[in-house]
């Protein structure tokens, strides 16, 4: 059952441009990591990672380990009444240039190769 803590924190969670825009790609995309999510949305790795840790601690998504990939997803057992919410935002943001943009990118990003990049970058920066 939901109740008003509940609510209050799921609001919160969405109050932020990013974590909707996280959150519209996992709901239309379920099951991105890390890098894909960074590559698209176009911010640092660290800020992803502490967008998606507030909306984990809203209950909203989740994740898990798929070999070298930790994949998130939305919360596969989340209340009906929030599923509305999150089906209702999509709704009123189905036009928005920044979500069709995201979405487009979604289909063109390549797990593999970002991340082999990322580790590259990574490699190279602690050499």
């Not at 239309?28 to 949305?41: A, D, K, Y």
């Not at 599923?83 to 209702?88: F, N, S």
């Not at 995201?102 to 990049?117: A, G, P, Q, W």
Request: hydrophobic share 40%.
């Amino acid at each position: 059952m939901i109740n008003l803590k509940k609510v209050t924190k799921i609001l919160k969670a969405l109050a932020d441009e990013s974590r909707v825009r996280i959150l519209v790609l996992l709901k239309e995309r379920n099951g991105l990591c890390v890098c894909e999510i960074t590559e698209i949305i176009g911010l640092s790795q660290p800020t992803i990672s502490s967008h998606l840790k507030r909306l984990q601690d809203a209950e909203i998504i989740t994740y898990s380990k798929d070999g070298l990939w930790v994949k998130y997803k939305l919360e596969e057992n989340i209340e009906k009444e929030v599923m509305q919410l999150l089906d209702l935002l999509l709704q009123i943001l189905s036009e928005d240039k920044s979500i069709k943009s995201d979405m487009l990118m979604s289909f063109k990003t390549n797990r593999k190769m970002i991340c082999k990049n990322n580790k590259n970058n990574h490699l190279e920066v602690a050499l």
